[in-house]
Every structure is written in structure tokens, then in C-alpha cells.
């Protein structure tokens, strides 16, 4: 597993440990499997960035500390130019470009996602999390499945959905997919 989800990994683990928590306290408070938490916390598989907002916000932590291991600043706005979002490529599969990582106590917690093309047949992984989410194709083809409804979004598509529904997504084409997420 890549150097980033490693270092995620150790901070996850320094915060149970400064919270002075066992494994099973922190996936039973944040309703995740025991051996799912615990992997997340070995750094040896994908962490989803809906996992670590559910443990952020349980424990009042923010995401960008979990992810980058910066605690945010800005207070009444923050700019993000062009290419320059703080990045986390979770596996080579996925990328996540953080635009709004230096605004403290911010409500919603937007993102550009690209995800690779994988084989055809390869199984969706489904995610669900507490709130809502918006996606909006930016580039590329798009499969997103929720609650078992498939839906297929091109530029310029988007979908608003309740994110305690199971969902997962997959780029078509043969190609790079490239969405704007906003997890709310």
C-alpha cells in the first residue's frame, strides 16, 4: 500500500491512542466492522474518505487532519487555484483532490475524485456514510450504482443522492473518470 495510506493509517492509530480506545470502542462508535477498522489502522488496505469523515466527525476531528495531517485555518474563506488541491491517491485507482482543505469547520467537504478504468466485470465496492453526496462528471463515464439502482452519468451529468445508501462507482470507456464529489 502506497506511503499516504500508511501515514493516514498512523493517525488514525494516534488518535484511538489519545483518546485512550480500544479498536473494537472506535468501530462499534462508528458503526464499522471490527476487521475493516482494524485494517484501516494496519495501513495495508484502501481507507475510504467516507470512513474517515464518520471518524472525524465522531470525534471531532477534522478530515484534513486524518488525511493530510494538517489541522485547517481559514475562518472565512479559501481558495484553491487550479491542479493545486491537497491530494491523497487512496490506491492507484483512486485520487482525491481536497478544495476546501484549509477552511476550518466547514459543513460540506468537496472533492475532485478520479477514478482509473478497471477490467471489465470487476465487482463495484460499495461505500455508504451518514449525509448526503453530489457528483458531477467533469470527464469521462461514469456507472454508479445506489441501493442497487445503476445509473450511467456522462459529462456534464450529476447525481445528488442520501449516502447512507449503499453506493459504489466505476469509470466506462476504457477511460480516466474525473467527478466532482461533495460529501455533505
Do not use: W
Not at 464499522?32 to 489502522?41: A, I, R, S, T
Not at 445528488?160 to 474525473?178: C, E, I, N, R, V
Amino acid at each position: 500500500m502506497n506511503k499516504q495510506i500508511k501515514q493516514i493509517a498512523e493517525r488514525l492509530k494516534g488518535l484511538r491512542e489519545v483518546f485512550d480506545l480500544t479498536p473494537e470502542e472506535v468501530a462499534a462508535a462508528c458503526e464499522l466492522p471490527l476487521n475493516k477498522y482494524v485494517e484501516m489502522e494496519s495501513g495495508d488496505k484502501d481507507i475510504s474518505v467516507s470512513a474517515l469523515q464518520m471518524i472525524g466527525r465522531k470525534y471531532g476531528i477534522s478530515l484534513d487532519v486524518l488525511m493530510f495531517g494538517e489541522e485547517p485555518y481559514m475562518r472565512s474563506y479559501y481558495v484553491t487555484r487550479k491542479g493545486a488541491g491537497k491530494s491523497v491517491e487512496r490506491t492507484k485507482a483512486y485520487k482525491y483532490q481536497a478544495l476546501a482543505a484549509g477552511f476550518r469547520n466547514r459543513k460540506m467537504d468537496p472533492f475532485i475524485v478520479t477514478i482509473e478504468p478497471k477490467p471489465e466485470g470487476t465487482e463495484i465496492y460499495f461505500n455508504k456514510h451518514e449525509g448526503q453526496e453530489f457528483n458531477f462528471v467533469l470527464e469521462g463515464e461514469m456507472l454508479i450504482n445506489v441501493n442497487g439502482k445503476e445509473l450511467f452519468l456522462k459529462d456534464g451529468d450529476s447525481i445528488y443522492f442520501d449516502s447512507k445508501q449503499p453506493h459504489g462507482m466505476l469509470a466506462l470507456g476504457g477511460k480516466p473518470l474525473k467527478f466532482l464529489a461533495v460529501i455533505i
